[in-house]
């Protein structure tokens, strides 16, 4: 009987790891799926965007030794602007060009990034000095017999939370986010509909990149590390998981973020922490061949 | 196109002569990447000796010149920088490489091209089997795994043990030697968990090992995972379990980590335990560095003081330069060291202390009881 709750708790345990892990994926993902939706790129520096977020808030913090929250502020503040800069240099100037040159130069900035940051702060993994936080976002918040869920973990989900119903807002209720849906229907008419096309898509960009700064620092204060090959590995589990969820779709990088979060934490629980990523990426391959647009994604004929 | 053409033999003429007026000796290790630290030791070590054998005059007087060959301990870099150097006809030995997984592969290169190579760091069991050619002055991973099972038992009395492993040549030889001396010392290992290099999510493995309430668990694998294992750990409220590991997790970054306080691992080199040959070089680095060497430091200025004494005895032929190293096969004939006498075993292996050492108050102290 013992056996029974143990096992049940350790389900509940591997739930909540990896209901977090989504957490941070969807917040990724959403960058990804913002891009995509309004002009058919995928924006592979965003993972470096990522990186570049916990980097920021980390010399900020012990560098300029300002508080966490405000270095929080700053950073997401500060990767808007990156974004913005990215498209300008990146993608503005391949607007018209096929679609392949613009995947280069987004694999080409994503490179020069990875590369900046570690002429930058070397290659070696650091990690947020643990004064930063109250001491008690380290403590339990909730627990309930082994299981238990730090305030940490709490306050990264409330934050995805939160501004994924913020993001959903911006796009189906506001002005911009309506010329927004009107550019990923089709970019010539909406200019001709007096949109300002690139305005719109700078906000994307601001908006998307905002979010996988946060997520950067949350990360790096989650697990501890950040290190100038982080976007990497993220940026391409959270590009899986906005393709899961059906790209292009809001809610569907969030739910993406879900699905592959916990595939990959009970795949490492409950099969072979050996095969952990090739677990996650076959549940990915799985919904894919059913459902080609993914999970909550439109049927989107000759655009693919 | 005239003045390149005089340039070219300009630039020709001073790289021949520096060429003729030195001996290369290449040191092959991550000096970049997540393994950069581990580089650093490896590097200063081996400069420090090289300078030191210039002061006295240089190899039959001509200068030595390290080459630090940079494959960030990726296997596919240890086969680029090893073909390079297998190529060219100036060298005649390799100072490599430090990870197993580098050695495994740049050893069959250096095999065929007959270049010797003296490893001073990469662990794994079967590299000495694999090339006559290969050598290298550090323990192997059986030898170490046993010794940190033994240690467990004896000295820390452990009786239950979960092992965390990277999947790579280095932490799964080191795994497999632990088991099979745990299982004949009755310590119970409950379960094993894997982790690749490229993650920094351990979350779901070190709650299994949560629910398996083990005394310690062991980290067979380096130092940039271990210490956010060791985080991670605390950070699920994993309490009164202790946490150790072997040479891999030797790094300034588990040091500064306050969840490492009270781990342990093995090392081959402690300067307070190394015998009155060592003082000199532990003056001198901490002097030029200003900080202690570590083994990785020690173990290469080691590895390039046989290089040079190699050079020095047969002169830059590499067939004679192997048979030469393969001809120091007892204690008699071996090198003396900073890390001891170095003699090489028919694999080309050798016979070394290991000495372990804990954290305590965020320092690195040797440990009150050692095994010998």
């Known amino acids: 009987m013992e056996n029974l709750f143990e096992q049940s708790s350790l389900f509940l345990q591997q739930l909540v790891n990896g209901i977090t892990l989504g957490g941070v994926y969807a917040l990724i993902a959403v960058g990804y799926t913002m891009v995509y939706g309004v002009i058919q790129v995928i924006n592979f520096a965003h993972g470096e965007i990522y990186m570049l977020g916990a980097f920021l808030a980390y010399t900020m913090v012990t560098f300029f030794g300002l508080p966490f929250f405000a270095a929080f502020f700053l950073t997401v503040l500060i990767c808007a602007f ?51 936080l109250p001491a008690f976002f380290y403590r339990p918040a909730l627990s309930f017999g082994e299981v238990s869920m730090t305030w940490l973990q709490i306050f990264i989900l409330s934050v995805t939370v939160v501004f994924m119903l913020i993001l959903h807002l911006i796009i189906h209720k506001t002005n911009v986010g309506t010329a927004m849906r ?4 089709d970019k010539v008419t909406s200019a001709l509909m007096g949109i300002g096309v690139n305005r719109v898509i700078s906000f994307t960009f601001a908006i998307g990149s905002a979010m996988g700064g946060m997520a950067g620092v949350l990360v790096g204060l989650y697990y501890n590390a950040i290190f100038p090959t982080m976007g990497y590995v993220a940026g391409i589990k959270a590009f899986a998981a906005a393709v899961l969820g059906g790209i292009g779709s809001v809610p569907g990088a969030m739910l993406g973020g879900g699905v592959l979060g916990i595939a990959e934490v009970m795949g490492a629980g409950y099969i072979s922490s050996e095969y952990r990523d090739g677990i996650s990426y076959a549940v990915m391959i799985a919904v894919i061949l059913f459902k080609p647009s993914g999970l909550l994604g439109r049927q989107m004929g000759e655009k693919v | 196109m005239k003045k390149f053409m005089s340039f070219l033999i300009v630039f020709g003429l001073l790289t021949g002569i520096a060429w ?51 494959e960030l301990c990726d296997p596919k870099e240890a086969a680029t920088v090893a073909t390079k150097l297998a190529n060219d006809p100036g060298i005649s030995i390799v100072v490599g490489h430090l990870c197993s997984s580098s050695s495994l592969a740049a050893l069959p290169i250096y095999r065929a091209a007959k270049l010797p190579a003296i490893s001073p760091a990469s662990t794994n069991v079967t590299i000495g089997q694999m090339s006559p050619y290969y050598f290298r002055n550090v323990y192997r991973d059986d030898f170490q795994g046993q010794f940190l099972a033994k240690y467990a038992a004896r000295v820390k009395g452990f009786k239950r043990v979960v092992v965390f492993y990277e999947v790579n040549d280095y932490s799964m030889g080191l795994m497999l030697a632990f088991m099979k001396e745990a299982k004949k010392l009755g310590i119970k ?61 030797d790094d300034d970054v588990v040091v500064k980590n306050p969840d490492a306080e009270g781990l342990f691992v093995t090392t081959p080199f402690l300067p307070d335990k190394a015998g009155p040959q060592a003082a000199g070089f532990i003056k001198a680095y901490r002097k030029k560095y200003g900080k202690d060497a570590n083994w990785f430091a020690a173990n290469t200025y080691d590895a390039v003081g046989m290089a040079a004494a190699a050079i020095k005895a047969v002169g830059q032929d590499r067939e004679k330069i192997r048979n030469y ?48």
């Open chain 1, 182 to 185: 009107a550019i990923s229907q």
């Open chain 2, 325 to 372: 190293l393969a001809s120091i096969n007892s204690r008699e004939k071996a090198y003396n060291g900073v890390t001891g006498k170095t003699y090489f075993d028919k694999n080309g292996d050798c016979l070394k202390e290991a000495f372990v050492k804990e954290i305590k108050g965020g320092k690195w102290v040797s440990a009150e009881k050692q095994l010998q």
């Open chain 2, 20 to 70: 003729a007026d030195s001996i290369k000796i290449p040191v092959a290790s991550p000096f970049t990447g997540q393994l950069a630290s581990f580089g650093e030791g490896v590097k200063n070590g081996a400069l420090l000796k090289a300078e030191e054998i210039n002061a006295a005059g240089g190899i039959n007087g001509k200068k030595v010149e390290i080459l630090l060959e940079d």
């Open chain 2, 189 to 249: 290992v409950l379960g094993t968990e894997a982790y690749s290099s490229d993650t920094t999510d351990f979350k779901p493995q070190l709650t299994k090992f949560k629910m398996m309430k083990p005394d310690a668990i062991f980290i067979p694998g380096y130092a940039p995972q271990g210490t956010l294992i060791v985080s991670q750990a605390r950070s699920l409220g994993i309490k009164n379990v202790a946490f150790f590991g072997a040479d891999g997790l």
């Open chain 1, 82 to 132: 990156f974004g913005i800069i990215l498209d300008f240099v990146a993608y503005r100037p391949l607007r018209k060009a096929p679609r392949l040159a613009a995947l280069i130069t987004a694999i080409g900035m994503s490179i020069f990034l990875q590369n900046l940051a570690r002429m930058i702060w070397g290659s070696q993994i650091k990690s947020y000095p643990r004064e930063i």
